[in-house]
Nanobody, 115 residues
Framework: QVQLVESGGGLVETGGSLRLSCAASGSVFSINVMYWYRQAPGKQREWVAT???????KYADSVKGRFTISRDNAQNTVYLQMNSLQPEDTAVYYC?????????WGKGILVTVSS
């Protein structure tokens, strides 16, 4: 089993920055893929970014150039640096870890961007 705990969310003004963290614990393998998703009020959950254990990254077009995903393998932690935040970035952000055909999700953390 793997447990994921997100932190770093909160309220920020338009144009501001936040850094989310997701700490994984339990049976975390060295080869895995970690993701960030988000779900805005009244909308479906959407993918935001991906990072492999070899640091290959991908981003949704909506966040490309503003968000940066990174990871610390020694700490089993993935980060999401969010810059130039906009009100449409307001959502609950979720961390996901995929390994050996299984997926694990965190409970999510709220990010609110005020206009």
């Amino acid at each position: 089993q793997v447990q994921l705990v997100e932190s770093g969310g909160g309220l920020v003004e338009t144009g501001g920055s936040l850094r989310l963290s997701c700490a994984a614990s339990g049976s975390v393998f060295s080869i895995n893929v970690m993701y960030w998703y988000r779900q805005a009020p009244g909308k479906q959950r959407e993918w935001v970014a991906t990072i492999s254990s070899s640091d290959n990254t991908k981003y949704a077009d909506s966040v490309k150039g503003r968000f940066t995903i990174s990871r610390d393998n020694a700490q089993n932690t993935v980060y999401l640096q969010m810059n130039s935040l906009q009100p449409e970035d307001t959502a609950v952000y979720y961390c996901r870890l995929g390994q050996s055909g299984l997926d694990y999700w965190g409970k999510g953390i709220l990010v609110t961007v005020s206009s």
